[in-house]
């Protein structure tokens, strides 16, 4: 199993362009979630899918958008990219409602020039 | 929402010394989990604890161990015989059972182990 993969590793935006971070996974997981971190901060969940098709806002959710269309998938997309949205974003996903352990992506490096 | 609050930004400690990393949350839930993640400069997040409020008896994972005060809001982790792999930041997460189970994590404790 790979687990949590997580393209690109790095990625530096200008101001206003858009792209989207892909986060796949290969345990056949039900949850699965976006985090940000900011330096020296700890992670704040931006959205998560409980299941295919089913999608909800997190802490942070402004800027971003998601979709889940399969178990596998669920990419991350910023439209109209801003300064502050400089981060370090992670995916990860877990089993189900019952399963306590959330498995990690690498992490994607974003910078907005 | 609920909050996370790691009051210590850096701690150090003597390798082979044991060293006790704070955490204090705030929650209306009444059963939730609590974890302690350990994050190296690789960026991976390493689950190192968890702990379910509904137990009573502190959780141990061989040289971590967790002193978990429900009625307090206080969950520390205990770190024994520290070894120079301990060094890393380490994260306070609360994860609650509502829809979604939404994990909230503490700013964490940057943790230097000296020779």
């Known amino acids: 199993n790979a687990g949590v993969t997580q393209t690109p590793k790095f990625r530096i935006l200008k101001i206003g362009q858009s792209m989207t971070l892909q986060c796949a996974q290969d345990?056949?997981?039900?949850?699965m979630y976006w985090y940000r971190q900011d330096p020296g901060m700890g992670l704040k969940l931006i959205y998560y899918?409980?299941?295919?098709?089913?999608?909800d806002k997190g802490e942070v959710p402004n800027g971003y958008n998601v979709s889940r269309s399969t178990t596998e998938d669920f990419p991350l997309r910023l439209e109209l990219a801003a300064p502050s949205q400089t981060s370090v974003y992670f995916c990860a996903s877990k089993q189900g409602a019952s399963s306590y352990e959330q498995y990690f992506g690498p992490g994607t490096r974003l910078t907005v020039t | 929402a609920q909050t996370v609050t790691q009051s210590q930004p850096e701690m150090s400690v003597q390798e082979a010394e044991t060293v006790t990393l704070s955490c204090t949350y705030d929650t209306s839930e009444s059963d939730y989990y609590l974890f302690w993640y350990k994050q190296p400069p690789s960026r991976q997040m390493i689950l190192v604890i968890r702990q379910e409020a509904y137990k009573q008896q502190n959780a141990t994972e061989n040289r971590f161990s967790v002193n978990f005060q429900k009625a307090a809001k206080s969950f520390s982790l205990k770190i024994s015989d520290s070894q120079l792999g301990d060094a890393a930041m380490y994260f306070c997460?609360?994860?609650?059972?509502?829809?979604?189970?939404?994990?909230?994590f503490g700013t964490g404790t940057s943790l230097t182990v000296i020779p």
């Open positions: 345990m056949n997981h039900n949850y």
């Open positions: 899918s409980v299941g295919a098709g089913i999608t």
């Open positions: 997460a609360y994860r609650s059972l509502g829809t979604g189970n939404q994990f909230y």
